[in-house]
């Protein structure tokens, strides 16, 4: 059983900036791509960001230019930085992994951004 942990969630004025991370309980490398997903109170879950073993990254058009997917393997993290972060970011963030087909999923971590 893969387990993903995500912090760094929190309440951040418009404008500000916020930087999400996720562990994982097996080494990252060992996944196929990880990503970011976010789900907002009432609507659907939405990629935000993902990136490949390889290093190929995929961004939504609506935080293109304003996040960036990192991860670092030596310490077994990903990371999305976030900046420019508007109310329409308010949402919870999971943090995704996939490995042979298999989706893995975070508990999340809420980013409020107040109007």
């Known amino acids: 059983q893969v387990q993903l942990v995500e912090s760094g969630g929190g309440l951040v004025q418009a404008g500000g900036s916020l930087t999400l991370s996720c562990t994982a309980s097996?080494?990252?490398?060992?996944?196929?791509?990880l990503g970011w997903y976010r789900q907002a109170p009432g609507k659907q879950r939405d990629l935000v960001a993902t990136?490949?073993?390889?290093?190929?990254?995929t961004y939504a058009d609506f935080v293109k230019d304003r996040f960036i997917i990192t991860r670092d393997w030596d310490q077994g993290t990903l990371f999305l930085q976030m900046t420019t972060l508007t109310p329409e970011d308010t949402a919870v963030y999971y943090c995704?992994?996939?490995?042979?087909?298999?989706?893995?999923w975070g508990q999340g971590t809420q980013v409020t951004v107040p109007s």
């Open positions: 097996r080494n990252i490398f060992a996944f196929d791509r």
């Open positions: 995704n992994a996939v490995g042979n087909n298999i989706f893995y």
């Open positions: 990136i490949t073993r390889g290093g190929r990254t």
